[in-house]
């Protein structure tokens, strides 16, 4: 979009520039996002460069890591914290590399199973099984996600004779894996559940290989939104 150059923006002008409403920017304003705004006498705000370029920063940043951390960068950067402004941002690119890791780990991990024979699940596991805490540990997430993750059936692990403990075998923790993954990628419970049923079911790793595929796009998606990001970011900073 083409963007107004000149010393001054009215609201609209920037609406534009961003694919915002003139509400919005307001909005914007209001929470800090864009710097603080001269107002004319007849009390409307006055834009320039600089909030052009926070707007942009925002909307890029917002794409890149979500809009909770990217209100926080533009705000570390409007109360003249350039140091926390970096971090943050360091965070979000660190962010996507640990998933990047995760997708590549989990791609490796199909190829294995692709080779590997299907094997029957068993109503027990033996006692050298992993407990509920290690398994969250395990796929980083709290034990409460893995008991919701087992009451909707995604999860079957079986119980150790004598103590009643879940106990995790090879099959529920890859399980767990890709739920994991798939969570991050903001899949819904049942739409997990198919994708994990056709695993078991037939052993075929397909719709679970697109899965991955389509994550990986979107994370590069990010990660591009990011780079963007750091264009108008270092306007914003070298202007303080």
Known sequence: MAEQQGPGHRPVDLARAA?????????????????????????YRRFDDSHLDALLAYRALARGCGPQQAQAVLRAVHAGDRSGALALLDGAHAALHRERQALDATGKALAALADRPRQPRRSQRPSAGLRIGEVAALVGVRTSAVRTWEAAGLLVPGREHGTGYRSFGAADVRDAQVTAMLRRAHYRLPQIG???????????TDALRAVVADRRAALDGQAAALLEAAVHLSRCLGAR
């Open 194 to 204: 198919a994708v994990l049923d056709d695993l078991r079911r037939t052993g075929s």
């Open 19 to 43: 694919g915002v409403s003139t509400q919005q920017i307001r909005n914007y304003a209001d929470a800090g996002i864009l710097p603080p705004a001269p107002r004319t006498a007849a009390g």
